[in-house]
T-cell receptor, first 115, second 112 residues
Framework: GAGVSQSPSNKVTEKGKDVELRCDPI?????LYWYRQRLGQGLEFLIY????????KSGLPSDRFSAERTGESVSTLTIQRTQQEDSAVYLC?????????????FGPGTRLTVT | QKEVEQNSGPLSVPEGAIASLNCTYS??????FFWYRQYSGKSPELIMS????GDKEDGRFTAQLNKASQYVSLLIRDSQPSDSATYLC????????????FGKGTLLTVNP
């Protein structure tokens, strides 16, 4: 079946502008995660959605970052007033979160460059 | 602060050899362990998951878990140049702690 999709694949924006990144999870996956990966660095957890529960926003680095998800479908990550340190690849993952396991499957990512 | 430690490498092995990748974690309550492969410029790809002590084999890959030692490893048999990538170890926090903590990865190079 189709994997996790993300759009856009690349985004170049000027410092101070707002950007919106989109993630479409694997159909039937109840859990959705956003991560950030700076160049040459590890993955940094940002936010987690599970069904209709309140999201875990504990990884968001500042109040300029926000995310939404409607039900078990598409999620958007919004970064307001972008800064150069926001330049990174933003990765979305989804998981079935079943009793058998909670493997996360990643999308191709959105490469954000803030100039 | 939950931590996952990996040797950054690079680990270089000849084609056909066994590559051994190691990972230690700090949270003794962790219950789920994963290995991801990440090619340069690409997103992580899940290659193995392991939940119980012991070995789990899938093709040329074997994951080994020792919860008492807080240690998980990945063996790649008959290494191929196409296995050259960064391998990420990921651990969840146990129970309802769904968040994965990733190690910084080990760069593996398989020389033809």
């Amino acid at each position: 079946g189709a994997g996790v999709s993300q759009s856009p694949s690349n985004k170049v924006t000027e410092k101070g502008k707002d950007v919106e990144l989109r993630c479409d999870p694997i159909s039937g996956h109840t859990a959705l995660y956003w991560y950030r990966q700076r160049l040459g660095q590890g993955l940094e957890f940002l936010i987690y959605f599970q069904g209709n529960s309140a999201p875990d926003k504990s990884g968001l680095p500042s109040d300029r970052f926000s995310a939404e998800r409607t039900g078990e479908s598409v999620s958007t990550l919004t970064i307001q007033r972008t800064q150069q340190e926001d330049s990174a690849v933003y990765l979305c993952a989804s998981s079935p979160r079943t009793a058998g396991g909670d493997e996360q499957y990643f999308g191709p990512g959105t490469r954000l460059t803030v100039t | 602060q939950k931590e996952v430690e990996q040797n950054s490498g690079p680990l270089s092995v000849p084609e056909g050899a066994i590559a051994s990748l190691n990972c230690t974690y700090s949270d003794r309550g962790s219950q789920s362990f994963f290995w991801y492969r990440q090619y340069s410029g690409k997103s992580p790809e899940l290659i193995m998951s392991i939940y119980s002590n012991g070995d789990k084999e899938d093709g040329r890959f074997t994951a080994q878990l020792n919860k008492a030692s807080q240690y998980v490893s990945l063996l790649i048999r008959d290494s191929q140049p196409s296995d050259s990538a960064t391998y990420l170890c990921a651990v969840n926090g146990g129970g309802s702690n769904y968040k994965l903590t990733f190690g910084k990865g080990t760069l593996l190079t398989v020389n033809p």
